[in-house]
């Protein structure tokens, strides 16, 4: 007898005008990997800063973590509605982001600096989905990369001004 708490999650194929949505949603899965990387990141960073700038960096990464946090729910969900699953395991995260980690542990102007070059790398790979999303007629996934596009260059450019003047 098969009881409810052993229902699995499976693909679907929902008809919503949409073609390619195994191609979008293994885009999407690229960046809900670089969303969730860059927030651990920036939380990873919000917890070890340090210097004369340490509340407001703090303050910051805080503000910024919890942005993503809320975006890799988006980004999830948003490939579930493509009919299809999502990372379940953390190793999927790591394997599909194309951002990194430093060697050495760095100091407040290396994270802002990192963060930085992050977000770009992001609004970029947000580019390129918005860009693929167009092509296959998904208004929805191109409106959302759109928006998160616009978050990352901000934050890019916010992080740039502290490090640049």
């Known amino acids: 007898m ?12 929902p008809a919503t005008g949409v073609d390619g949505q195994k191609a979008l949603a ?3 899965g690229g960046t809900l ?10 939380h990873a960073y919000h917890w070890n800063v340090a210097g004369p700038l340490f509340y407001s960096l703090h303050k910051l990464t805080e503000a910024q973590y919890e942005d993503l946090f809320a975006a890799a729910d988006v980004l999830a969900e ?20 194309v951002l990194g980690d430093l060697d050495q542990p760095p100091d407040a102007g290396d994270m802002v600096d990192d963060l930085r070059t992050d977000h770009e790398t992001v609004a970029t ?10 092509e ?5 996934t191109a409106d959302i990369a759109t928006q998160r596009s ?3 260059e901000k934050a890019a450019w916010m992080l740039r001004a502290i490090v640049t003047g």
């Open 26 to 28: 293994k885009a999407l």
């Open 136 to 140: 296959h007629g998904d208004i929805v």
């Open 2 to 13: 098969t009881t409810v708490l052993e229902t699995k999650p499976r693909p679907a194929s």
């Open 33 to 42: 990997a670089d969303t969730y990387r860059l927030m651990f990141k920036t």
């Open 150 to 152: 616009t978050v990352h």
């Open 125 to 134: 790979r947000m580019h390129e989905l918005a860009a693929l999303a167009e």
């Open 78 to 97: 948003r490939i579930r509605a493509l009919g299809q699953l999502t990372a379940m395991r953390f190793a999927d995260i790591a394997e599909g982001s």
